[in-house]
């Protein structure tokens, strides 16, 4: 199965029924993150939980696979990214693909920077500043 690159976010999630409505609840980790926003229309693709369409026939995967893909980034890799926010002790967050959090302490909002990847754990990836950039570099 193809992921198109506008995917937001992956969880599973359960149909319930209320007065005749179907409603799919969304984790609150999914609009914290940023990805989502309240109020907003977003397309839905529902996904059979128990297998997975591979060269045409199905397979069972473990649910912790199949819930949280690979992270987007891998140790030792280098980006340039510009510094979103700061978190709650004062370090970095910038977000890559599917709004991947990567924390980079020493760093500023507003400032752009490269860095290397230094530990990725499954939701979040920690760097090291390598050089501080201008914008117009």
Do not use: H, K, W
Not at 114 to 127: H, K, L, P, Y
């Amino acid at each position: 199965m193809e992921i198109p690159d506008q995917l937001r976010c992956l969880f599973s999630a359960q149909v319930t029924e209320s007065d005749g409505t179907y409603r799919l609840e969304i984790p609150e980790q999914e609009v914290q993150l940023g990805e989502l926003s309240e109020g907003e229309t977003y397309r839905v693709a529902l996904l059979d939980a128990t297998s997975n369409t591979e060269a045409g026939r199905a397979t069972t995967e473990p649910a912790r696979e199949r819930d949280y893909p690979e992270p987007p980034v891998e140790e030792g890799e280098t980006r340039t990214v510009d510094i979103e926010s700061l978190g709650d002790q004062g370090d970095g967050i910038t977000r890559v693909e599917r709004g991947f959090v990567v924390i980079v302490p020493d760093t500023e909002q507003g400032e752009r920077v490269r860095i290397e990847i230094a530990d990725v754990q499954t939701n979040v990836a920690f760097a090291e500043v390598v050089e501080r950039l201008s914008y117009y570099d």
